[in-house]
Nanobody, 124 residues
Framework: QVQLVESGGGLVQAGGSLRLSCAAS????????MGWFRQAPGKDREFVAA????????YYADSVKGRFTISTNNAKNTLYLQMNSLKPEDTAVYYC????WGLGSSDSLEYDYWGQGTQVTVSS
């Protein structure tokens, strides 16, 4: 059974940084693609970034391009999202997700497994 467990969220001031982690277990993920999505209060879940488990290619939403970096650590079976230059509009619950077909899509419907989410709050 696939399990995805996020960590690393918290409260940070605008301009600060956070690194989210997603520990994956229950499968061999070498053929998977992984994604980060976020959902702010009253808004739909939106795509943030995606990556093939091998480490490339990577895909980013325009709103985070140049500020966020997605990466994987195969040895630790862990997905990361390094978030720099954070803005108040980045405030949301962040979810990691796994796509067994390895597409790396921005469409949440393409993802088969989801974590429980971690809260990121950016104060102005």
């Amino acid at each position: 059974q696939v399990q995805l467990v996020e960590s690393g969220g918290g409260l940070v001031q605008a301009g600060g940084s956070l690194r989210l982690s997603c520990a994956a277990s229950g499968r061999t993920f070498s053929s998977y693609a992984m994604g980060w999505f976020r959902q702010a209060p009253g808004k739909d879940r939106e795509f943030v970034a995606a990556i093939r488990w091998s480490g490339s290619p990577t895909y980013y939403a325009d709103s985070v391009k140049g500020r966020f970096t997605i990466s994987t650590n195969n040895a630790k079976n862990t997905l990361y999202l390094q978030m720099n230059s954070l803005k108040p509009e980045d405030t949301a619950v962040y979810y990691c997700a796994a796509d067994q077909w390895g597409l790396g899509s921005s469409d949440s419907l393409e993802y088969d497994y989801w974590g429980q989410g971690t809260q990121v709050t950016v104060s102005s």
